[in-house]
């Protein structure tokens, strides 16, 4: 299991997101995860599975938690840009927002307003489901709309590590700033 490679530098998101803020939670919090799940799986019965495979079936416990973090904070860091090319998605995934949720404002209000809501540490996902039907869930800890049988397309993260050192305790503010750093084209090929 492998860190994914930033398609920007360190300080390419602020100020969304901070240097000290990605320096954090990619060099060090998602290292970890990596790093675990590494020490973890030899000699088990996950040896030679992707972390979507473990997510899907592994019972809870360390395995489980660590591979659905490096799934996580994978598609997380690899959905943001420094200079989004469009500030919203269109085609497919543009045509099924406006399906499944009325209009694109309404999806971000939804999606924001999961964030908020979660209790807790977790994770906020679009995802779409093998009909093509589009889905918001809370995701708790490290899982993963895959635990669900369901296709993950954007997340939020809502742990703490991943917006105290910019935001304090105002998770809604941060969230509300992601939007600006949306890599749209990267989220549209995840369909
Ligand atoms: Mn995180």
Same mark, same amino acid.
């Given at each position: 299991?492998?860190?994914? %490679?930033?398609?920007?530098?360190?300080?390419? !998101?602020?100020?969304?997101?901070?240097?000290?803020?990605?320096?954090?939670?990619?060099? $060090?919090?998602?290292?970890?995860?990596?790093?675990? +799940? &590494?020490? !973890?799986v030899p000699g088990t019965e996950f040896e030679?599975?992707?972390?979507?495979?473990?997510?899907?079936?592994?019972? =809870?416990?360390?395995?489980?938690?660590?591979?659905?973090?490096?799934?996580?904070?994978?598609?997380?860091?690899?959905?943001?840009?420094?200079?989004?090319?469009?500030?919203?998605?269109?085609?497919? +995934?543009?045509?099924?927002? %406006?399906?499944?949720?009325?209009?694109?404002? &309404?999806?971000?209000?939804?999606?924001?307003?999961?964030?908020?809501? +979660?209790?807790?540490?977790?994770?906020?996902?679009?995802?779409? =489901? %093998?009909?093509? %039907?589009?889905?918001?869930? $809370?995701?708790?800890?490290?899982?993963?709309?895959?635990?669900?049988? +369901?296709?993950? !397309? !954007?997340?939020?993260?809502?742990?703490?590590?991943?917006?105290?050192?910019?935001?304090?305790?105002?998770?809604a503010d941060h969230v509300n700033k992601l939007?600006?750093?949306? =890599?749209? =084209?990267?989220?549209? $090929?995840?369909?």
């Amino acid at each position: 299991y492998e860190m994914p %490679k930033l398609p920007y530098a360190n300080n390419g !998101l602020e100020p969304v997101i901070s240097q000290a803020t990605i320096d954090y939670h990619y060099g $060090k919090h998602l290292q970890t995860y990596v790093n675990n +799940l &590494n020490a !973890l799986v030899p000699g088990t019965e996950f040896e030679g599975k992707s972390v979507e495979e473990i997510v899907a079936t592994a019972p =809870d416990g360390g395995i489980f938690n660590n591979a659905g973090q490096v799934l996580n904070h994978t598609l997380y860091f690899l959905q943001f840009t420094p200079q989004p090319n469009k500030h919203e998605p269109s085609g497919k +995934l543009a045509e099924a927002i %406006k399906r499944d949720f009325g209009s694109f404002d &309404n999806f971000k209000k939804e999606m924001n307003n999961a964030s908020t809501t +979660l209790f807790g540490s977790g994770w906020t996902w679009l995802s779409v =489901d %093998k009909d093509g %039907k589009l889905h918001i869930t $809370k995701e708790a800890n490290g899982s993963n709309p895959w635990r669900h049988g +369901l296709k993950p !397309l !954007l997340g939020f993260d809502v742990w703490e590590h991943a917006y105290y050192l910019d935001y304090q305790n105002r998770r809604a503010d941060h969230v509300n700033k992601l939007w600006e750093i949306i =890599d749209w =084209d990267a989220v549209e $090929k995840r369909m």
